[in-house]
T-cell receptor
Framework: AQKVTQAQTEISVVEKEDVTLDCVYE???????LFWYKQPPSGELVFLIR??????QNEISGRYSWNFQKSTSSFNFTITASQVVDSAVYFC??????????????FGKGTKLSVKP | GAGVSQSPRYKVAKRGQDVALRCDPI?????LFWYQQALGQGPEFLTY????????KSGLPSDRFFAERPEGSVSTLKIQRTQQEDSAVYLC?????????????FGPGTRLLVL
């Protein structure tokens, strides 16, 4: 069975601190896709990044970076120099490859990040 | 361009009422998904359309839930005889092709409260 675990329910930091959000996934498939989404108080899920299982290269986008490690089945997300606008719930998600066709997203329970000024 | 839109944004229903939730995907997007998000939880899959074909409805919680996408664009999620446990945010997502590596883009959701 497939599963995504985000063990941190809530994290609170002070502005300019670095923060890492953990994500551990479970699947027996060799081809899969990992995602991070941000859900601000407005409620809309905003896509941040997609990573496929064959690409373990870490990625940096501005203050955001992602560390994908297949050996530990983890796909962690770090925000450097956090800002108040980063306050949101962050979801990690997994999808599988069904003969080349898209599968649904399997979400973790989310981590609520509060960044205080 | 326009993103995924959903209407209504909020719906209050009395227990036993039927409700219809609408999703307008990004123009030209082939794949459309519905998810249900309970308070404090991650979204959970309900059903999937590829164009007008409903290929997966394994996540629909009961036969009171019904979804359609008759012309391969707009989709409607209908809940009959609503119950209090149906209270949740219903999210719609679309992606441009049916390919496995595609990204799903979400609408703002419809918050349903059943009294």
């Amino acid at each position: 069975a497939q599963k995504v675990t985000q063990a941190q329910t809530e994290i609170s930091v002070v502005e300019k601190e670095d923060v890492t959000l953990d994500c551990v996934y479970e699947t027996r498939d060799t081809t899969y896709y990992l995602f991070w989404y941000k859900q601000p108080p407005s409620g809309e899920l905003v896509f941040l990044i997609r990573r496929n299982s064959f690409d373990e290269q870490n990625e940096i986008s501005g203050r955001y970076s992602w560390n994908f490690q297949k050996s530990t089945s983890s796909f962690n997300f770090t925000i450097t120099a956090s800002q108040v606008v980063d306050s949101a719930v962050y979801f990690c998600a997994l999808s599988l490859n069904y003969g080349g066709s898209q599968g649904n997203l399997i979400f973790g329970k989310g981590t609520k990040l509060s960044v205080k000024p | 361009g326009a993103g995924v839109s959903q209407s209504p944004r909020y719906k209050v229903a009395k227990r036993g009422q039927d409700v219809a939730l609408r999703c307008d995907p990004i123009s030209g997007h082939v794949s459309l998904f519905w998810y249900q998000q309970a308070l404090g939880q991650g979204p959970e899959f309900l059903t999937y359309f590829q164009n007008e074909a409903q290929l997966d409805k394994s996540g629909l919680p009961s036969d009171r839930f019904f979804a359609e996408r008759p012309e391969g664009s707009v989709s409607t999620l209908k809940i009959q005889r609503t119950q209090q446990e149906d209270s949740a945010v219903y999210l719609c997502a679309s992606s441009s092709t049916r390919g496995a590596r595609e990204t799903q883009y979400f609408g703002p959701g419809t918050r349903l409260l059943v009294l």
